[in-house]
């Protein structure tokens, strides 16, 4: 789809809209550079999890917190959104880890792969170490922390909606009142936590933080705490080094001056945008440390090592390409319509322009109603959150002008959107079902979570559009 997508996109602006095949070269390259801080991330979580994985440290991690916790409700909702907000904030996949614990727990098998997205998807923004603002924040122009902060509290009633939807894939034990406040309490808490985490902590932390502060929330509850050993210890070392070097960067002001503001690599490969990349700030590096701290400490054999760089190769590669794909389509939307030396731009062959004010004339001020759904559609036609804030994100900047409204408030609202089209992505569910024994259930989970996608997009463009009043 990313191919086909961006080999149309490139004949329709040239032909349909009249750019320079230079202008289409130069945007394309833009777009893959514009998204290489999340490619990297991606790719470096994934050869974090599958070597987690394979030496059965996310296991025995899991089983250790599940360790006193005996009622169903309990244990699955400290795996959907605890632990699924955990891996995910840590750019570990939480579909493999989240769908064969729910499993176990005694969670039907469709209940269990749709639960392993629910968790997280309301959060998704300000997973991956904050990655997804960073690239927003690149699309858009908007700095990352106004970006930041609009998403987290977008994210809250996000959170509270999928909340809403767990006790829809448990077992029906006890009053249905009861399993519902008790999900919607720990929908609203892990939100708030997070907010709370990005706003005084760091972007970048804020999901690994939103998600342990409910795991010790409900582990507390249970009175539950169980022991630390040597192997415990050594399974839990990556997350603590990346943890406490995020906190480093993010709350010391030396080291964050620093980092974000002096260690800073500019690119103009497009005359008229500037790529910022702050390779000791992104999470990447963060990522890349851990593994290899855990090579080491779970001894990894020099031969395991290598199987599990090939195998990580192996599954990063076509997320990454398409991802990077879908970055360059963006971006020679975003600047169709200007001319080869990007001194001047038409704003008749501009489409993000022609869309904007199209959408204006349509919906008037009830436009922020329908932005969070327009991120939801572009996850869900292509699998990828980042399709939708590539190919949307500078539209957002051109309808808010036009409306006299904060651009920051539509981007963020387009990344929380997108995040929530998530939970009705036929890649996504394609990812967790086998992990599951949920193979060919995948029509029966969409035919439940594309009408919550929808109703979740929409509930946050109402809160949106009531705060914009």
């Given at each position: ?6 080999l149309y996109t490139g004949a ?73 907000n955990f891996m995910e904030g ?142 415990m210890l050594r399974d839990l ?233």
């Amino acid at each position: 789809m990313a191919v086909w997508g961006f080999l149309y996109t490139g004949a329709l602006t040239a032909l349909g809209f009249e750019t320079p095949l230079s202008v289409i070269l130069l945007a394309s390259l833009d777009g893959v550079l514009t998204t290489l801080p999340l490619l990297l991330v991606i790719f470096a979580g994934i050869l974090l999890s599958t070597l987690l994985t394979s030496t059965g440290s996310l296991t025995r991690i899991v089983e250790w917190l599940l360790r006193g916790i005996q009622g169903l409700y309990q244990r699955a909702l400290l795996l959907t959104l605890g632990v699924g907000n955990f891996m995910e904030g840590a750019s570990v996949i939480a579909e493999p880890v989240v769908a064969p614990m729910l499993r176990v727990a005694g969670v039907e098998p469709s209940g269990a792969a749709a639960l392993s997205i629910v968790g997280y998807a309301g959060l998704m923004t300000l997973e991956m170490a904050g990655v997804i603002v960073t690239v927003l924040s690149l699309v858009t122009g908007i700095p990352e922390r106004e970006l930041g902060l609009a998403s987290a509290w977008l994210s809250v009633p996000a959170a509270l909606a999928m909340g809403g939807c767990i006790p829809v894939f448990l077992p029906r034990e006890g009053p249905f009142s009861r399993r519902l406040s008790t999900a919607l309490a720990c929908g609203l808490g892990v939100g708030l936590a997070t907010l709370g985490a990005a706003a005084f902590a760091g972007v970048s932390i804020s999901g690994m933080l939103g998600g342990l502060t409910l795991i010790l929330a409900i582990m507390t509850a249970a009175r539950a705490a169980p022991s630390l050993d040597p192997q415990m210890l050594r399974d839990l070392a990556p997350f603590a080094l990346m943890l406490g070097a995020l906190l480093l960067v993010n709350l010391v002001p030396i080291l964050k001056e620093w980092t974000y503001h002096r260690a800073v690599l500019q690119v103009n490969v497009v005359p008229v945008h500037t790529i910022s990349l702050r390779p000791l700030f992104s999470a990447y590096l963060y990522l890349g440390a851990p593994f290899v701290l855990s090579a080491l400490l779970l001894r990894v054999p020099k031969v395991e090592t290598r199987r599990v760089l090939k195998e990580g190769a192996r599954r990063g590669w076509r997320a990454s390409l398409a991802m990077g794909l879908f970055g360059a389509m963006g971006q020679v939307i975003a600047y169709s319509g200007y001319t080869a030396d990007f001194s001047y731009m038409d704003q008749a062959h501009n489409i993000p322009w022609i869309l904007a004010h199209g959408l204006e004339g349509y919906s008037g001020h009830l436009f922020p109603l329908f932005v969070p759904f327009l991120g939801w559609v572009g996850t869900f036609l292509t699998g990828y959150g980042v399709a939708s804030l590539m190919l949307f994100g500078p539209l957002q900047v051109e309808t808010a002008r036009l409306l006299d409204i904060p651009a920051t408030w539509l981007a963020a609202s387009l990344a929380v959107g997108a995040s929530l089209g998530s939970i009705s992505s036929p890649f996504k569910i394609a990812i967790a079902t086998p992990m599951c024994d949920a193979v060919g259930k995948e029509g029966e989970i969409l035919r439940v979570t594309i009408p919550m996608g929808v109703a979740a997009s929409l509930l946050v463009g109402l809160t949106m559009w009531i705060g914009l009043r």
